[in-house]
Nanobody, 116 residues
Framework: QVQLVESGGGLVQPGGSLRLSCAAS????????MGWYRQAPGKERDLVAS???????AYADSVKGRFTISRDNAKNTVYLQMNSLKPEDTDVYYC??????????WGQGTQVTVSS
C-alpha cells in the first residue's frame, strides 16, 4: 500500500505562483510513475505533468513553460511548481503514483484557485 498526501493549494492572484507537494509513504520502492492531475466539477481528470523513473518528465501543452514537476527521492515527495498562474488553472489537483506492478494510488486532492 502507498499513501499520498498533497499540500500547498490555495488562493492566488493571476500571475502568481504556488508549489504543490505530494508526500508518499508506505511501499514506495516500486513507484516508477508519479504525476499531477487536475479536475473541474463535472469534467474528467486530466494529466498536468508526470515524471517517470528513467524517462524524464512530460507536461500538458497548456502548462508547458509555466509548471515544473520534480521529485525528491530522499523525502519521497513530488512537487509541482506552478508559475504565471491563470484563472483557467483553477481546479482540484490530484497526485497519482503507479508502481511497476501497475498498482495506482491517488491522493485526496488539493484546491487551487486563481482569482483576483
Amino acid at each position: 500500500q502507498v499513501q499520498l498526501v498533497e499540500s500547498g493549494g490555495g488562493l492566488v492572484q493571476p500571475g502568481g505562483s504556488l508549489r504543490l507537494s505530494c508526500a508518499a509513504s508506505g511501499s514506495i520502492a516500486s513507484l516508477n510513475f508519479m504525476g499531477w492531475y487536475r479536475q473541474a466539477p463535472g469534467k474528467e481528470r486530466d494529466l498536468v505533468a508526470s515524471i517517470i523513473a528513467g524517462s524524464g518528465t512530460a507536461y500538458a501543452d497548456s502548462v508547458k513553460g509555466r509548471f515544473t514537476i520534480s521529485r525528491d527521492n530522499a523525502k519521497n515527495t513530488v512537487y509541482l511548481q506552478m508559475n504565471s498562474l491563470k484563472p483557467e488553472d483553477t481546479d482540484v489537483y490530484y497526485c497519482r503514483a503507479t508502481t511497476v506492478q501497475r498498482q495506482t494510488y491517488w491522493g485526496q486532492g488539493t484546491q487551487v484557485t486563481v482569482s483576483s
